[in-house]
């Protein structure tokens, strides 16, 4: 599983370095998906609710540094996590100082 953090999700862009952005966006999840290794993914909305404690108490948030903010995720399939490491060098919000965390996803 890749888990997106900051980047285009946080980064006051341009519209046309935007649009730019999400072109690659479409092009990289292509990509996977023209390898037949795109299992799904989602972007997420910045808002939502937190849930803690033995009592459940809800809060609003997350209110996460915005750098630190999960912005979406993709699942895939990869042989290991070295190889699915390789893979998410392509994230396009690398080189606008987005962060792209790799986890594996246990079988049960």
Do not use: H
């Amino acid at each position: 599983m890749f888990i997106f953090r900051g980047g285009s999700s946080n980064n006051k862009l341009s519209p046309d370095a935007m649009q730019n952005n999400m072109q690659q966006w479409f092009e990289w999840i292509n990509e996977l998906k023209g390898k037949n290794i795109y299992v799904g993914g989602e972007p997420l909305t910045p808002s939502g609710k937190v849930v803690k404690g033995e009592k459940g108490v809800i809060t609003d948030g997350p209110y996460a540094e915005s750098k630190e903010l999960v912005g979406g995720f993709v699942i895939i399939k990869a042989d290991n996590i070295e190889d699915a490491s390789e893979l998410a060098k392509g994230c396009p919000d690398l080189p606008i100082g987005g962060s792209v965390e790799v986890r594996e996803v246990m079988k049960f």
